[in-house]
Nanobody
Framework: QVQLVESGGGMAQTGGSLRLSCAAS????????LGWFRQAPGREREFVST????????HGADSVKGRFTMSRDNAKNTVYLQMSSLRSEDTAVYYC???????????????????????WGQGTQVTVST
């Protein structure tokens, strides 16, 4: 069993920055596919970013490219989402997700689908105000 705990959410002004963390326990992150997703009120959960096991490659949604950066520290069993140039439309609950079934899957297409992830954190609220 994998437990994921997000932290770092909160309030920020437009143009500001926040850094989310996701600490994992129960299994080494180096063996898991990982992603960040978000869900705004009244909207479906959407893909934000994903990262390879080595951390050498990342892929982000078009809406966050150039603004959000995902990284991982396998030694600390933690993944991060550095968010900059925040916009009001970034307001959402952000979730960290993990899967044991990523080996050999098509990168990055397979990783974008939230239904492919088995383990989810409780979510952390990010609110961006003008």
């Amino acid at each position: 069993q994998v437990q994921l705990v997000e932290s770092g959410g909160g309030m920020a002004q437009t143009g500001g920055s926040l850094r989310l963390s996701c600490a994992a326990s129960g299994r080494s992150l180096s063996r898991l596919g990982l992603g960040w997703f978000r869900q705004a009120p009244g909207r479906e959960r959407e893909f934000v970013s994903t990262i390879t096991g080595s951390g050498m490659s990342t892929h982000g949604a078009d809406s966050v490219k150039g603004r959000f950066t995902m990284s991982r520290d396998n030694a600390k069993n933690t993944v991060y989402l550095q968010m900059s140039s925040l916009r009001s439309e970034d307001t959402a609950v952000y979730y960290c997700a993990a899967t044991k079934d990523a080996y050999g899957r098509s990168w990055p297409t397979w990783y974008i689908d939230p239904s492919h992830y088995t383990y989810w954190g409780q979510g952390t609220q990010v609110t961006v105000s003008t």
